[in-house]
C-alpha cells in the first residue's frame, strides 16, 4: 500500500482500508409479498377397482412436511453491485426458524431479495441492506460536516462515518448439514420425508442481545430427497382376471437456512422449499394387462415424462417462483460447506 | 413378470466422504404353484394373488459398505422379502378360493365340498363339476330334465336338486334365467321336474319397504348377499357370523368363511342355514 489509510484492530484484522469499496446502510426494508413453491402433485388413475385390493390411499401430499414461505422484497438500489442483506429475523433461540436468502436478483432500478424461512410465522423477517457509497444516498443534513472519510487512488470515496458503514461484530463459516432427512424415508404409502437432521452449530464473538443480532449469510448449500414405492398384483379375485399396478415418488427439495440460537451460537439447517408427489395407477381384469404394465410405472423415464406434463400444465401461474419440477438430483447433498456468515446488530442502523 | 425377492443398490454416490446408496427393496409374494395348479387356477378362475411390493430409500455409510452391511441396514430400516399380510379389504395370500399353503409355501387346492347345515335338515354337500366329479356327476344323472348348461356344482336337498351357476361373466343360464344376476341357482323336483329358480346379488338390494316388511331383519348384519326367489314370495339374506375379523366374508361364493343365509317367506323367517367347507 504505497498510500491511502489501514486500520486494524488489536487481533490485526483490517477494520478500515481505504482502497476497498466498503458497504454503507442502504435501508431497512419489509416484504412486499411472500409466495411457496406450489406442489407438483398429480397422477393417472384407470380402472383402479380392478382386483378390489388396489390400493387408494395417499394419492395427494398426506404426510408431506409442511413447506417454509419465500419472503419477496424489493430494494431500491441502482447499480451493478448487490446489495449485502442482513436478516432479522423474526425470532431467536433453539426453536426459532431458520432463515435464509435464497435469491438476489436486479430487476430494472431495484435488487429482488427473496428469504426462505423454513416454517411460516404470522411475523416477517425484515431486512437490513448495505451497499457500497455509489449506490447509497449520500445526501447530507444540516451540521452533517464532521466525521471520518476516505478515498481510494482514484480519488472515490470508499468510506464515509456519515453514512452508517457496516459493522460486523462477529462471523465465521459454518457447514449445513449433509442430508435433511435421516433414516427411513417411508413406508408402504405413508412417506417420511420432514427435516430430522441435527443442526449444525457454530460460535461467534459473544453479544449481549441475541434479538438485536442480524446476519449476512446466503443459502448456499441444498438437498433433494425422495422415496418411491411401488405395488402390483395380478391374478384371479371375485371370479375375474384382473391387474393393476401402482408406483409413486415423492421427494422434498430443501434449502439450507440459518438461525440466532443464542448471544454466540449460530446455526445451520435446512427448511422444505419445495415438494411433490406423482404416481401413476392402472388396473384392468384381463390378465394380459400385467405384462403391459408391471413394467412400466418404474423407473425415471415414466417419473420424468408425467413431471414435465404436469409441470407444462401451468401448475405454477400465479405462484411467482420459477416453474419446474423442483427435483434437480435425487437422493444427495450440495454445497454444505464454507457457507461465510457475518454478525451485526439492528440497533446499529435502527 | 414376476419379480425376485429382494434388495439391489439403483445408485451410488460418493458426497463428502459419504456414500450415499439408494436401494431399491422387492418383497413378493412367496407361495408357488405348479404349472399345472396355476393353470387351473386362471382357468377356473379361483381366486389368487401375485403380489410385489418395490421400495427404494436412501442408506448412508461412512465407507464402502460390504454386501452383509447393506443386508443389515436394509433389515434394520424393516426390509422382509417375504410380503407379510395385509389388511386391504382382502387378505393379501390365499384368501380366496380353494387354495391352501404349506410351510414351505407351496400353494395346494383344498377340495372340501361347501357344506349346508339346516336345523332339522340332513346336512347337505354341494359337488363340483371338477373337484368332485364323481359326486357330481351322480346329481346330474338324477336330473328329470335335460339342461342346456352345465352346472358349477349341484347338490340335493330332499327332493330337490340344486344347479348352481357361477362364471366370470355372470352370465345368465339362457335357459332359466332372463334377468342378469351374480350367481344363479336353479331347483329341480328330482321327480317331477319342477323348476323354482334363484338369484343371487351382492350385498343388500331389497328396497327400504321390503326390508320393513321381514321379520327381526334388524337383527341381520353385515349383509353380504341378497338371494331372489324368482317364483316364490321368499328372500334369503346372507349375512356374516358375527362381526368379528375372522369372520369377515369377502366372497360369498367359494364359501371360505362360513357364513349365515336366512330366508323370509311373505316377510317370516322359514329358516337359517349355515354354509360352510365341509372337514
Known sequence: ?350 | MTKQAGWKIVSTEINEGVYLLTIEMISVDPCSYNEELHEQLHNELIAHTHRTETSSGLFTFDHNPTTAEVEQAVTERGFNPVLQDVDRGIIVMYGHGNLDVDENNSVTRKTNAIKTITEGEDDVLEYNFNLHNTEFMNLYSMLPISVDRMPTSMSLKGDWLHLYYVNAEHAPPEQFFTDSFFLYSVRIHKDTGEIKRKGYDKGMTLDEETVDSLQGFDTLENIVATGTYLDEPRVTIYHMKSSDKEDYVNNVSTVEIPYYGTTFENGVIVRVREYLRNI
Open chain 1, 1 to 350: 500500500m504505497a498510500h491511502g489509510l489501514l486500520i486494524k484492530n488489536e487481533d490485526n484484522e483490517v477494520l478500515i482500508d481505504s482502497d476497498y469499496i466498503h458497504y454503507h446502510f442502504l435501508g431497512k426494508y419489509t416484504h412486499s409479498s411472500v409466495t411457496q413453491v406450489p406442489d407438483v402433485s398429480g397422477g393417472g388413475d384407470a380402472n383402479v377397482d380392478a382386483g378390489g385390493n388396489s390400493p387408494n390411499e395417499n394419492k395427494g401430499m398426506q404426510n408431506m412436511p409442511s413447506k417454509g414461505e419465500i419472503y419477496v422484497y424489493s430494494v431500491p438500489v441502482n447499480g451493478a453491485n448487490p446489495p449485502m442483506c442482513f436478516i432479522k429475523p423474526t425470532s431467536t433461540g433453539s426453536s426459532a426458524p431458520f432463515t435464509g436468502i435464497v435469491l438476489t436478483k436486479q430487476s430494472g432500478t431495484n435488487w429482488e431479495i427473496r428469504v426462505f424461512q423454513s416454517t411460516v410465522t404470522s411475523a416477517s423477517p425484515v431486512l437490513y441492506c448495505f451497499s457500497p457509497l455509489s449506490q447509497v444516498s449520500t445526501t447530507t443534513a444540516s451540521g452533517d460536516d464532521y466525521g471520518f472519510k476516505t478515498f481510494n487512488s482514484s480519488g472515490v470515496v470508499t468510506f464515509d462515518s456519515r453514512f452508517k458503514p457496516l459493522r460486523a461484530v462477529g462471523g465465521g463459516n459454518i457447514t449445513s448439514p449433509g442430508l435433511a432427512h435421516t433414516g427411513s424415508t417411508g413406508s408402504g404409502w405413508t412417506v417420511s420425508l420432514s427435516v430430522n437432521a441435527s443442526s449444525v452449530s457454530t460460535s461467534f464473538t459473544s453479544q449481549s442481545s441475541a434479538s438485536d443480532l442480524i446476519y449476512y449469510c446466503p443459502s448456499l448449500a441444498h438437498a433433494c430427497q425422495q422415496y418411491t414405492h411401488e405395488e402390483d398384483d395380478s391374478g384371479i379375485f371375485d371370479w375375474e382376471s384382473y391387474a393393476w399396478a401402482r408406483g409413486d415418488i415423492w421427494w422434498c427439495f430443501y434449502r439450507s437456512c440459518f438461525r440466532i440460537a443464542s448471544t454466540s451460537s449460530f446455526e445451520a439447517n435446512y427448511g422444505v422449499y419445495a415438494r411433490g408427489h406423482i404416481y401413476e395407477h392402472k388396473g384392468d381384469t384381463t390378465s394380459v394387462f400385467a405384462g403391459l404394465i408391471l413394467g412400466a410405472l418404474t423407473g425415471g423415464a415414466y417419473f420424468a415424462a408425467i413431471l414435465a406434463t404436469l409441470v407444462a400444465a401451468g401448475s405454477f401461474t400465479g405462484a411467482n417462483v420459477d416453474g419446474g419440477n423442483y427435483l434437480p438430483y435425487e437422493n444427495s447433498y450440495r454445497n454444505t460447506s464454507g457457507n461465510a456468515f457475518i454478525i451485526s446488530k439492528a440497533s446499529y442502523y435502527d
